[in-house]
């Protein structure tokens, strides 16, 4: 059996004097099974992905990419765990730079992680904007042309140009229209489908969760609450929070 | 008489028309969803009726509130109309909450000023007022400025200052997009048991048709500043006739489908 992408054993974490934002945290993303973080603000969802991402060093506690613990010191370890794993933002509108055009701000990546430059790093820029269904001219254009949701496709092409394995992926689509919103999540599955792609949502919407992760994860103030397939998560919540987060979601009417 | 008649209403900017052609009127205890996404106008359109447009805007067309003429109106016409006509719950509550006030001296005021109440009476009605939005402890949260509560505190401060005054019109716009899902659904059920209590109108803005559906049945969809359509909720829900409405209730149909568990 290989190893989980990504995997947290029994993570603490405590801002510098502070009471721990998140305690005894486990759970695991296996290729192919997508993961929802579910929870409300101050359930520890961005002190996680900071985590995750290796930006902060657990207080106990460890975070395991392909089985190893992630070290930040080991400087070739880190290079292929950023080769993996790539990140997509809220918000589409900070997450990029408006000075850069759009080619420049794809290829970054490329460039930073060493896997390619001039010609070879542009087709690849070129490929990674036809898979997020944005035309070939856009790599000349810049950021401000480009409307919310098509923004928040070329942050998701920035992060698979490196052919990573796993995206962290923040409110990967809270900041955008309903109809926008949808377009981007089926975006998401089908480079699941296409590329193998697994991602590792957090999100305070259960509906988005509900769409595109296989396993959920429900956090309340730093702790997890219930985790499991989200499809008996949904079906049969164990928790009383889990059972509220579900009843509060609101829907059309019958 | 309806208490709020718009005809015609339209909002430029730079010469360019934010909102186009708007038509809708209200009755004194009706409600009305205005459903649009960003850029829609929808927002425009509430600043319009309460005549609160920036600078640099150009409205033309009316808008008649409680028979009052608000488009072309001087301020000084305005302010009479503002929290005893209408008042606005917006988004968020810190653009209508003083960060160095206390929360009871800012709700204080429109009290003392439209109800002329003093000393004892006001401090009481001001804990009144922090009661009826549900809020735990009116004495501490009366004394707290608001950066010391949560953001479901802070929007039912808020809610409790435009409801000071006892207006005929409340609009809410999207005054729940920015609270996490539970305290979004507290927050929807205070609104829809003071505006019934009350037996206030309602112009509820969202682009979110589900928590639309919570507070209104009868709803308008405006999509880059034009009413596409508008009519009864159930209506638009089961046979939408416009096509961007079809794509608004498919979006969301596919995000509630996704929460049903077989």
């Given at each position: 059996m290989t190893a989980p992408i990504l995997e947290l054993d029994q993570v603490s974490f405590a801002y510098r004097?502070?009471?721990?934002?998140?305690?005894?945290i486990s759970f695991a993303v296996e290729g192919g099974r997508n993961v929802g973080l579910v929870g409300e603000s101050g359930a520890g969802k961005t002190t996680l992905l900071r985590l995750l991402l290796g930006l902060a060093t657990p207080s106990s506690g460890r975070v395991l990419f392909d089985g190893a613990p992630l070290d930040v010191r080991d400087r070739a370890r880190m290079r292929q765990f950023r080769r993996s794993v790539q990140t997509v933002f809220q918000d589409p509108y900070s997450s990029?730079?408006?000075?850069?055009?759009v080619g420049r701000i794809v290829a970054e990546p490329l460039r930073s992680l060493g896997i390619a430059r001039g010609a070879d790093a542009a087709a690849q820029v070129a490929e990674a904007l036809a898979s997020v269904g944005?035309?070939?001219?856009?790599?000349?254009?810049?950021?401000?042309?480009?409307s919310g949701g098509q923004r928040q496709r070329i942050a998701i092409a920035r992060a698979i140009v490196p052919g990573p394995r796993l995206l962290l992926a923040?409110?990967?689509?809270?900041?955008?229209?309903v109809t926008t919103r949808i377009q981007v999540m089926d975006l998401l599955a089908e480079l699941g489908r296409s590329r193998g792609l697994t991602v590792l949502m957090v999100s305070h919407d259960l509906s988005v969760v509900a769409a595109l992760c296989q396993r959920m994860v429900v956090l309340q103030g730093g702790r997890v609450v219930e985790q499991g397939e989200t499809t008996a998560v949904l079906g049969a919540p164990r928790e009383d929070y889990t059972r509220r987060l579900i009843d509060a979601v609101p829907r059309l009417p019958a | 008489m309806s208490l709020l008649d718009v005809t015609d209403l339209s909002v430029a900017a730079g010469g360019v028309d934010?909102?186009?052609g708007l038509s809708f009127s209200l009755s004194a205890d009706e409600r009305l969803g205005l459903i649009g996404e960003s850029g829609s106008g929808k927002s425009l359109t509430a600043l319009a009726i309460t005549g609160l447009l920036p600078e640099g805007l150009t409205v033309r067309g009316s808008v008649r509130l409680d028979g009052t003429e608000?488009?072309?109106?001087p301020e000084r016409a305005l302010v009479p109309l503002r929290g005893h006509v209408a008042s606005v719950v917006f988004q968020e509550p810190l653009t209508s909450?003083?960060?160095?006030?206390r929360l009871g001296s800012q709700l204080a005021e429109p009290l003392r000023r439209h109800q002329g109440l003093r000393g004892a009476p006001l401090r009481a009605a001001v804990l009144d007022a922090l009661r009826e939005v549900s809020l735990p402890e009116p004495e501490r949260i009366a004394k707290a400025?608001?950066?010391?509560?949560s953001g479901g505190q802070r929007q039912r401060v808020a809610i409790a200052m435009a409801l000071a005054c006892r207006p005929k019109l409340l609009i809410a716009d999207e005054?729940?997009?920015?609270?996490?899902v539970t305290v979004q659904a507290e927050i929807l059920d205070l609104l829809d048991r003071l505006v019934a209590g009350r037996g206030m109108a309602l112009l509820f803005i969202s682009h979110d048709l589900a928590v639309v559906a919570r507070e209104t049945s009868r709803v308008l969809v405006l999509r880059n500043g034009e009413a596409v359509e508008a009519g009864p909720l159930a209506d638009l829900l089961a046979a939408p006739r416009h096509l961007y409405t079809a794509e608004l209730v498919a979006s969301a149909a596919a995000l509630d489908a996704a929460l049903e568990v077989s």
């Open positions: 004097g502070g009471v721990p934002a998140v305690s005894g990029l730079d408006p000075r850069q055009n944005l035309p070939a001219d856009a790599a000349s254009r810049y950021p401000h042309e480009f923040d409110e990967p689509v809270s900041a955008l229209d | 934010r909102v186009r608000v488009v072309g109106a909450l003083d960060p160095l006030m400025y608001p950066h010391e509560i005054p729940t997009t920015a609270l996490d």
